[in-house]
């Protein structure tokens, strides 16, 4: 099976940017949709954002789109998520996500392993 450990997350000030990392272990992800997700006080678990196997397809959520940009890098069973133009709307905890069979990659029930989570805070 396989483990996904988040990090990246932090404080910071409205505007800025931050970068988010998910590393797998337990065995590669090059066959798996790599997905992030994040859960926010009183919220839904929210897609944010997913790749395909190649990273040759994306997919966001409309609030983040423009701003937010996912990657991978199988070799290094990695997937990262860059955030700019961060808002408070964006403050939640993150989660890192991965499924080998996906008919939506926008729902969370469709994936199969998950992160522990890294904490993203966006002040005013």
């Known amino acids: 099976q396989v483990q996904l450990v988040e990090s990246g997350g932090g404080l910071v000030q409205a505007g800025g940017s931050l970068s988010l990392s998910c590393v797998a272990t337990g065995r590669t992800i090059s066959r798996h949709v790599m997905g992030w997700f994040r859960h926010a006080p009183g919220m839904e678990r929210e897609f944010v954002a997913a790749?395909?196997?190649?990273?040759?397809?994306?997919y966001y959520t409309d609030s983040v789109k423009g701003r937010f940009t996912i990657s991978r890098d199988n070799a290094e069973n990695t997937v990262y998520m860059q955030m700019s133009t961060l808002a408070p709307e964006d403050t939640a905890v993150y989660y890192c996500?991965?499924?080998?069979?996906?008919?939506?990659?926008?729902?969370?029930?469709?994936?199969?392993?998950w992160g522990q989570g890294t904490q993203v805070t966006v002040s005013s």
């Open positions: 996500a991965a499924t080998r069979s996906v008919n939506s990659p926008s729902a969370w029930s469709e994936y199969d392993y």
């Open positions: 790749i395909s196997w190649s990273g040759t397809k994306t």
